[in-house]
């Protein structure tokens, strides 16, 4: 059990002393925040069409636990 909480203390200070420092969320360069802009459109375009898939999944499955014997 110590183990487990000193390695919690230890990931928790390691993120709180790198975010003071180098944000994730901020782009280092101007060719990263643009790769960051065109990824987020990739996956903005392609998520009607997984969800799509996701329902039809979900319908057979419903489908063929009801009609099941």
Do not use: C, D, K
Not at 13 to 38: F, G
């Amino acid at each position: 059990m110590g183990h487990l909480a000193y390695g919690a203390a230890l990931g928790l200070t390691l993120a709180v002393l790198e975010s003071r420092s180098n944000p994730w969320w901020a782009a280092s360069t101007e060719a990263r925040a643009n790769r960051a802009r065109l990824r987020r459109e990739q996956l903005a375009a392609t998520a009607p069409g997984l969800w799509t898939m996701v329902a039809v999944i979900i319908i057979t499955t419903l489908t063929l636990v009801v009609t099941a014997p």
